[in-house]
């Protein structure tokens, strides 16, 4: 992620999006146990707010980016990216935890019979 700064080129644009990544936990339990588990993963996150809401939320030193578009079009283009990538981590991680449900460990094989 770069320093925290809105290039020249960026001011110039009109449609502007905030971008950081986080560390998000996914938190389940296995049958049978009291003992909470969890899932992390990176994600990268739309803020939809302004910028000093950001910092006023996160910090100054919290990473972000401003990512600037000419067109309407483009902006909403990359936020559909985003939530794209989102959604599917999701479901990965949906399915991981409903294998370790299924088998009581970290299953990736396939199941098929041989006969």
Do not use: C
Not at 13 to 25: Q, R
Not at 72 to 101: C, G, H, P, W
Not at 109 to 115: I, M, P, R, S
């Amino acid at each position: 992620m770069p320093d925290n700064e809105v290039t020249p080129q960026t001011e110039e644009k009109a449609f502007k999006v905030i971008i950081y990544s986080d560390i998000v936990a996914f938190n389940y339990t296995l049958p049978g146990k009291d003992e909470e588990e969890s899932i992390e993963h990176e994600l990268t996150i739309v803020w939809e707010d302004t910028l000093e809401k950001f910092v006023e939320a996160h910090g100054a030193d919290k990473p972000y980016k401003v990512r600037a578009f000419r067109r309407e079009r483009e902006q909403k283009f990359f936020i559909d990216q985003i939530e794209s990538e989102t959604e599917d981590l999701i479901d990965e991680v949906q399915e991981e935890i409903a294998n370790k449900m299924k088998f009581g460990f970290d299953f990736s094989g396939q199941l098929h019979n041989d006969d």
